[in-house]
């Protein structure tokens, strides 16, 4: 059955298991297993590169032998489930949790999490800013009522160590990695305005407020979970600069 | 891809990997919107998986379409070779056997579709390291029966041609004598590499390399058989400059043009 052979196959471009698809395949024995392994190093590299392009951070500290390993082991347990392959590897940061050589490296999972953040809003779909101006026309007594809608683009991120500092140091233009305070908690955002992907820290009564409003509350509930968490947070200034980077695409009253 | 954005490079068309934009937006997209302006495109999958026993994927096919209605491109092709089964995805164009089953499967797969693109595909034959048992085809008359069977053309690729034919020991003249030249909508060309020798001697179709020498004459004698035909150059990996590819194309005009007629009007991408 066709089927059972593609099945074989697929194994064998995976992880070389061969003795399946051997009674199938007429080329001579003694040349048929160098042959089999060009299927196997092609899906395997193809793949190990899909991730490499997505994960440049991770495998920057870790370094390429290491991310090698990680990435074939990663391949094989958990290989693409469809051919869209810039949506391949959304897996990995929680595969990096339970994979036993990283274990001493814990702060790992979230930056890779950032990493795929930036991958999602790189290919999410395209949205125009609000117009500021458009605000302004709203009645003062209004204002508390309105709800946005946020762009595609918009991910949110908060973790116990500081990734966003992390990945930063870790970019290609900086030679010498300064020392990071591992214990520092960092929660920022992820947004492509235009054509270029941008990332922020932003203090945790921020994110408290970006994240109520992306979960459909109004401006006004928003900012009074901010305030309870930090009552020094300023909602004119952070209103003003997420409608200046493009934050926000449309808002209801 | 942006070289062509300001479309400055000389080609007749751009070919693109289809998967690569079925992104919701992004820069991608937009770039290509670009070059578009500019040039005609033709969407090449590598992802539809038409040899799959399990069927395309009707998800693929609407995203294929999306694509398809957004470019308008001249030219929609994919590979005869599966690369999903029981909904794994493996990154490789793995060889289908020339079974009568396999051939039923194809068809059903193709008509599948060409009726959701509501246009014709091109089918590319693939290059290979092995040959199977319970093959009772020739490559050449599977893919003629498809044809047949489908009406979807063939996108020809010389160079995997002469790799299959290399490794498993066929002859080039024989499968150029075999196929329907007048569904051949579309020639391919690109480099391999040769290793080992004797026994242990296998062409591995990279795309890495400039076109090798009997290549170029297997292109040559293609023409003779078929007139000219849009041929693209693909080199996908050790991308080299622009003017190493240009030059390439260049070679590919000379050979169209010694083939050509005075309504000869086939391009070289």
Not at chain 1, 167 to 185: C, G
Not at chain 1, 189 to 210: G, Y
Not at chain 2, 17 to 37: C, D, K, M, T, W
Request: net charge negative.
């Amino acid at each position: 059955m066709l089927h059972d052979l593609q099945k074989s196959f697929a194994d064998v471009a995976l992880t070389n298991s061969v003795e399946a698809l051997l009674p199938h395949v007429a080329t001579p024995r003694g040349a048929i297993e160098r042959r089999l392994g060009v299927y196997h190093a092609n899906t395997l590299n193809s793949l190990i590169d899909v991730l490499s392009a997505a994960y440049p951070v991770i495998q920057r500290i870790v370094g390429d032998r290491f991310f090698q390993a990680l990435a074939k082991d990663f391949i094989t347990t958990h290989p693409p489930q469809q051919p869209t392959l810039f949506r391949y590897g959304d897996a990995l940061p929680d595969f990096i949790s339970s994979f036993a050589p990283a274990n001493d490296l814990p702060y790992l999972p979230d930056v890779a999490r950032l990493e795929w953040t930036r991958v999602e809003a790189y290919f999410a779909a395209d949205s125009a800013a609000l117009n500021p101006e458009r605000l302004a026309e709203v009645p003062a007594e209004q204002i508390a009522d309105i709800k946005f809608s946020v762009s595609p683009t918009l991910r949110l991120l908060e973790s116990d160590v500081p990734i966003f500092t992390i990945w930063h140091v870790n970019q290609p233009d900086q030679d010498r990695v300064p020392e990071v305070d591992f214990s520092h908690p960092e929660s920022g955002f992820v947004l492509r305005p235009a054509h270029t992907v941008m990332q922020r820290v932003v203090p945790l009564e921020t994110l408290i407020w970006l994240r109520a409003l992306t979960s459909g509350e109004t401006l006004g509930t928003a900012t009074e979970l901010a305030l309870t968490h930090e009552n020094t947070f300023d909602l004119q200034n952070t209103l003003r600069q997420h409608l200046a980077d493009g934050t926000f695409t449309e808002f209801y009253l | 891809m942006s070289d062509f954005a300001s479309g400055t490079p000389s080609a007749a068309w751009v070919e693109i990997h289809s998967e690569n934009f079925f992104a919701a937006g992004g820069p991608r997209i937009a770039q290509l919107e670009q070059v578009r302006e500019h040039y005609a495109i033709s969407c090449h999958g590598v992802g539809l998986s038409i040899g799959s026993a399990q069927g395309v994927d009707a998800d693929h096919l609407s995203t294929l379409r999306t694509l398809v209605d957004r470019f308008e491109p001249g030219l929609v092709s994919e590979h005869l070779s599966f690369s999903v089964v029981d909904d794994i995805y493996v990154n490789d164009l793995l060889p289908v056997p020339y079974t009568e089953e396999a051939l039923v499967t194809v068809a059903q797969n193709v008509d599948q579709t060409q009726e959701r693109l509501g246009q014709q595909i091109l089918v590319e034959n693939p290059s290979s390291y092995l040959t199977f048992v319970d093959s009772v085809l020739t490559e050449w008359d599977f893919l003629t029966a498809l044809s047949q069977r489908t009406g979807c053309g063939l996108l020809l690729d010389v160079n995997n041609i002469y790799v299959s034919a290399e490794n498993n020991g066929f002859d080039t003249t024989a499968y150029l004598d075999g196929i329907p030249g007048d569904a051949v909508g579309e020639i391919h060309l690109a480099g391999h590499s040769l290793e080992g020798d004797g026994e242990d001697r296998l062409l591995i179709d990279t795309h890495g390399d400039n076109v090798a020498d009997p290549v170029w004459s297997l292109y040559q004698l293609a023409l003779e058989k078929l007139g000219p035909r849009p041929t693209l150059i693909e080199w996908d990996t050790d991308i080299p400059d622009l003017e190493v590819l240009l030059g390439e194309a260049e070679t590919a005009q000379r050979h169209i043009d010694s083939v050509s007629s005075s309504e000869g009007s086939s391009r070289v991408a």
